[in-house]
């Protein structure tokens, strides 16, 4: 049974930090892409960023680029983003996501957790 579970959300003034962690199990990381969604009231569902199984490749959202960082540690099975710079409209609640198909859109990707809330607020 495949789960992902993320960590690391929370509160946080615009300009400032934080990391999401997200650890998988019953999958091979080093089979899947993996990356992250993110979904705020009202709004539809939007791909933040992606990795490659090895690493190699990493995709960006117009919206975070230069400011999100996606990286992954295959020996511990997770999966991180490094948030900077944060904004208000970063606000949503963020989810883990992995799929062994093709570079495909992290939106339809097949799994994914039960998200963390990140809250960019003065």
């Known amino acids: 049974q495949v789960q992902l579970v993320e960590s690391g959300g929370g509160s946080v003034q615009p300009g400032g930090s934080l990391r999401l962690s997200c650890v998988a199990s019953g999958i091979s990381n080093s089979g899947y892409s993996m990356g992250w969604f993110r979904q705020a009231p009202g709004k539809e569902r939007e791909g933040v960023a992606k990795?490659?199984?090895?690493?190699?490749?990493?995709y960006y959202s117009d919206s975070v680029k230069g400011r999100f960082t996606i990286s992954r540690d295959n020996a511990k099975n997770t999966l991180y983003l490094q948030m900077n710079s944060l904004k208000f409209e970063d606000t949503a609640m963020y989810y883990c996501a992995a799929d062994g198909r093709n570079w495909i859109p992290v939106t339809s990707f097949t799994y994914w957790g039960q998200g963390t809330q990140v809250t960019v607020s003065s």
């Open positions: 990795i490659s199984p090895g690493a190699v490749i990493t």
